[in-house]
């Protein structure tokens, strides 16, 4: 398990030695240990650098293709657009779309809520202020 989560040169440290997102990974091998069918990850990708996040991203989908359902809390939009199949976007606790991450990246309210002005602009969009 701890190489799949990419910690197996650490199995002999101490957790305080570990960076936040090894320390994350931990937490999931953890879960992993216990085989199981749905696994809900909340915010696993918050402070990681970028090589860190595809790293996370990769094993996610992993996880996903070997049969495991993963229940993703996240605000690191590149994370989940580029792992998900499905997502709901909460905004103030109420659901405002739900969709494909194609219709997700299109919906005006997730652009003006979450993805912002440089977003739309990017895509030929107009987000409302």
Sequence with gaps: ??????LAGKAD??????NISERKRLE??????MDPEVIILDEVMAGSNVAELNMIMDLIRTLNAEGKTIVLI???MKAIMGVSQRIIVLHHGEK?????PEEIGNNEMVISAYLGE?????RG????S
């Design 74 to 76: 996240e605000h690191v």
């Design 96 to 100: 405002i779309a739900t969709g494909t």
């Design 28 to 33: 999931l091998a953890r879960a992993l240990a």
């Design 1 to 6: 398990i701890l190489a799949k989560v990419k």
């Design 13 to 18: 440290e101490v957790v305080e030695t570990l």
């Design 118 to 122: 440089r977003y739309a602009k990017a």
């Design 125 to 128: 969009k107009h987000a409302e």
